[in-house]
């Protein structure tokens, strides 16, 4: 059984670039998440194994390399997929860019859609200054799990 795919848009068929991001991510997070965890697990096993095979893995190998990786792959196979995407996200949290008022028209959209949103969105609504585009980060996991619970 598949999951359909999140419908973001508004009634102007418009989402922002960095949800359309989050919402590929998502989708493939969903899909290919445990051939990912397993590749990952593999390589950092690779890794590991070197203590077992290498006389001197001070400097030959470096198996130390192994136990991130094997977390990573840990993470990647029980973290939400919308986690996951938030956190693939990342830099946009850096970014020094602003939400337009398309993008804020975008999210008042979301919470008439879903009004358990509307105290996520608050902040960022009624803001006199501009609002920077992590912003929408913030916003993601919440409007995710509503649209999971409103598919089921």
């Known amino acids: 059984m598949t999951q359909p795919s999140l419908d973001l848009r508004d ?5 922002p670039e960095l949800i359309a991001r989050l919402v590929d991510v998502y989708e493939i997070a ?15 096993a690779f890794f590991m194994l070197q203590w077992s095979l290498l006389a001197d893995t001070a400097q030959y190998g470096h198996p130390w390399v192994g136990v991130p990786l094997i977390a990573m792959a840990v993470w990647l196979a029980l973290a939400p997929a919308a986690t996951i995407a938030k956190w693939v996200s ?4 850096f970014s020094g860019d602003y939400l337009s008022y398309r993008d804020i028209h975008w999210m008042q959209q979301m919470t008439e859609r879903h009004p358990v949103l509307v105290t996520t969105a608050e ?8 609002v920077p585009i992590g912003a929408l980060r913030e916003f993601w996991a919440p409007l995710v799990r509503e649209e999971e619970r409103q598919q089921r």
């Open 30 to 44: 969903l899909k290919h998440r445990w051939i990912y965890a397993s590749v990952i697990a593999l390589t950092g």
């Open 123 to 130: 902040p960022f609504l009624n803001a006199r200054e501009p």
């Open 11 to 15: 009634e102007f068929d418009y989402q």
């Open 90 to 93: 990342l830099p946009a949290h």
